[in-house]
DNA sequence: GGAATTTACGGCACACGTAATAATG
DNA sequence: CATTATTACGTGTGCCGTAAATTCC
């Protein structure tokens, strides 16, 4: 049952002789004729009515060579799959939250015109488990939030470097951040995440203490809460412009400045790796 | 590209190793990692990334071991097709008229029951034709009216005996047969067909000439004609029981006695010959 | 008799096992 | 250091071409 044998069937049942078969095959007849005879040895079924010249195929032999055609295109696309050139195969990538929104829709759109023969698993999570799987090859790559020290064994491709920015609710437009520390909530994004974790430390490395602090784990959820006077935060400005309220103001960060890198991490050595940027083009548009 | 080394390529991708995966097939690991090695350089695409122990597929080697999976569900059911017992394939059978509209229903059904991996490509026609594509090969069998003398080479089952009667139209019950050829239209299935062939033979042997005659080849045609008292026929009994409208009257042929019957032509010595008397038991109900 | 298929035979390629070596965790 | 994969090497299987024998038309 070896693939050529099959092809041979099937020109067989195309052709309607061994000996136009072979030549279709470039084959020699005999060779033709032995495939036949092994393959109606290890099916155990006859599929040629050996009474006649040529040989015709018997109702199972055509249903055979039916099957065949079946199978033989099934090499053909395994073939194909690994041919073409560009992205192939299956990917799975992360994406942590901000990027699930603002980044994925638009990369498959773009994914699915360029890179037909790729398909995605994607799933969504936070950036340092996200670069541990990618690490253990459990994903093949992970749209995260850059955080300092870079895990090693991981390469990180920058897709866009957002500044953050404190969004104030309504009616403290006027109010300087130093104030606004001391008399409003500061809502803040749970520091398992990426962000959260890049907030908390610019705070304590600038000594700012919230007076009262509360913690959130959706940005569309402390973005509500800021519109609705509950308290202020500090985002990414794209995050901020995308979900503010009427009414609630963005302002600079200044105690200093303080900006967060989307990057695409791949593990360092690995196909994934040859592929990255390829992968960043498609996530950037 | 052997259909094992394409089973190893499914079971590293189940199993997680090349050492698993060689347990899992019977396998020695240094056979597998030739068999990926091979496969890699025919396909000209990298499955595995190696910077690891154990090696991890890549994206690209899970999509291939996702087609090698179908590529190999296809070779199962090859087997599969071949292998199990009774009527299996594709077969071409020719059914006349007659036989179409009583016997290939109940035929198709029981098949589809009792022969699950046959597949039928039926038509229809003439009992001539027929023979004479089955004596050629271009069907399998065929479900034909027996005419002598039986073509060599073809070999015949015998499905039914049918008496051939009399159908007269509404008005004529009393009229004896004779007195019906001088007086009524003779309504005589088309000479080309089986029983159009017979009834004329019977009637040149017989002496009886019809005072008019008009030919049809279509038996429902003919017994609407007898019930709107355009003539009368001569035609097996099924099918003027079948089709006699109210008012039609059957009556044994005495001048002498008429049969026709339905036979299954197979080519003598096919494999088509072995697998007659089961298609007949198919048949027959 | 002639075309087509099957059988016989020889060579070559290749798939696999054993064993030694290399690389990863 | 143990586990796992790769490389080296030898053997046997089996696929295919050439050529002779056979079979059907």
Redesign the interface.
């Known amino acids: 049952?070896?693939?050529r044998a099959l092809q041979s069937l099937v020109a067989i049942a195309e052709h309607g002789s061994l000996s136009r078969a072979a030549e279709v095959c470039h084959l020699t007849l005999s060779a033709v004729s032995m495939q036949m005879k092994a393959l109606e040895a290890e099916?155990?079924?006859?599929l040629f009515?050996r009474?006649?010249r040529p040989p015709?195929l018997?109702?199972?032999?055509?249903?055979?060579a039916?099957?065949?055609r079946?199978?033989l295109a099934?090499?053909r696309?395994?073939?194909d799959?690994?041919?073409g050139p560009g992205l192939?195969?299956?990917?799975?990538i992360g994406f942590i939250q901000t990027a699930s929104v603002r980044i994925l829709p638009g990369f498959l759109a773009r994914a699915a015109a360029q890179a037909p023969r790729?398909?995605f698993a994607v799933e969504t999570g936070l950036s340092e488990s996200f670069a541990q799987a990618v690490a253990r090859?459990r994903l093949?790559a992970a749209v995260i939030t850059r955080a300092d020290p870079v895990p090693p064994g991981l390469r990180l491709v920058t897709l866009a470097s957002e500044e953050l920015v404190y969004a104030l609710p309504p009616g403290a437009q006027r109010l300087a951040p130093a104030e606004a520390f001391a008399r409003l909530r500061f809502l803040q994004f749970a520091p398992e995440t990426g962000i959260g974790r890049l907030v908390a430390a610019h705070l304590a490395a600038a000594g700012l203490q919230p007076a009262r602090r509360v913690v959130l784990d959706g940005i569309e959820a402390i973005m509500e809460s800021v519109a609705g006077g509950l308290g202020f935060t500090a985002l990414p400005a794209p995050d901020v412009a995308r979900y503010a309220g009427p009414g609630v103001t963005m302002r600079p960060m200044r105690d200093p400045a303080l900006t967060r890198e989307v990057v695409l991490a791949v593990l360092a050595?690995?196909?994934?790796e040859r592929e990255a940027d390829r992968l960043a083009a498609l996530m950037r548009g």
Chains 1, 2 share one sequence.
């Not at 099916?43 to 006859?46: R, W, Y």
């Not at 018997?58 to 055979?64: D, I, M, V």
């Open positions: 049952m070896t693939p099916l155990g079924a006859s009515d009474t006649t015709r018997t109702p199972l032999g055509r249903a055979a039916e099957e065949a079946a199978l099934a090499e696309r395994l073939r799959l690994c041919a192939a195969g299956e990917w799975r790729a398909r090859g093949d050595g690995s196909p994934a």
